[in-house]
């Protein structure tokens, strides 16, 4: 059974940092391109950032380029996104998700429970 | 930053059908376009639905029922969800996604199960 566990999430001050941890199992981890996607509360869907398999490749929404960076360890069957400079409008559950592919069209599969990021002093 | 246009809302009765829009912009084509749906129920993440490309072309999600299905209505340049035989359990949030060059999302449709 696929499963996707978040933690780190928490209370951080605007220009605060944070490090969100996304723990897999129960599929071949290294084989699959994985996402973070957040929502702000009461709002919709916002993909934020992907990671290729072995980590050569890496792209972000723009809102985030430059301040978030997504990482991974195959090892350890865990993805990452280190969140830098906060701001308020970053308020959000963030999802870690599996990448499936489609004739070079990705999509999410499978979606953790999230954890929440709140920004505010 | 294309945006993908969902109705806020929608309702249906037990048993009755339900048709969920999600209309592209002008500038991407629904007819060269692969349509992905969720349903996110209150509390929990979303959870993926389907694909829509073509008739030939579609993809359920593990353990969706065949109620739900996909089509698009090119001269709208819209992909539609469809749900027939609607339970109460379909009560949700429904979005849609396209994948231009990332994931873009539509706004979501709040579907109430009357």
């Known amino acids: 059974e696929v499963q996707l566990v978040e933690s780190g999430g928490g209370l951080v001050q605007p220009g605060g940092s944070l490090r969100l941890s996304c723990a897999a199992s129960g599929f071949t981890f290294s084989s699959y391109w994985m996402s973070w996607v957040r929502q702000a509360p009461g709002k919709g869907l916002e993909w934020v950032a992907n990671?290729?398999?072995?980590?050569?490749?890496?792209f972000y929404v723009d809102s985030v380029k430059g301040r978030f960076t997504i990482s991974r360890d195959n090892a350890k069957n865990s993805l990452f996104l280190q969140m830098n400079s906060l701001r308020a409008e970053d308020t959000a559950v963030y999802y870690c998700a599996r990448d499936r592919e489609i004739a070079t069209i990705q999509y999410f599969d499978y979606w953790g429970r999230g954890t929440l990021v709140t920004v505010s002093s | 930053q294309p945006v993908l246009t969902q109705p806020p809302s929608s309702s249906a009765s037990p048993g009755e059908s339900a048709r969920l829009t999600c209309t592209l912009p002008s500038d991407i084509n629904v007819g060269t376009s692969y349509i992905f749906w969720y349903q996110q129920k209150p509390g929990s993440p979303p959870r993926y639905l389907l694909y829509?490309?073509?008739?030939?072309?579609?993809?359920?999600g593990s353990g969706v029922p065949s109620r739900f299905s996909g089509s698009k209505d090119a001269s709208a340049n819209t992909g539609i969800l469809l749900i027939s035989g609607l339970q109460s359990e379909d009560e949700a949030d429904y979005y849609c996604m396209i994948w231009p060059s990332h994931a873009v999302f539509g706004g979501g449709t709040k579907l109430t199960v009357l």
């Open positions: 829509y490309y073509s008739d030939s072309n579609k993809g359920q």
């Open positions: 990671i290729k398999p072995d980590g050569s490749e890496k």
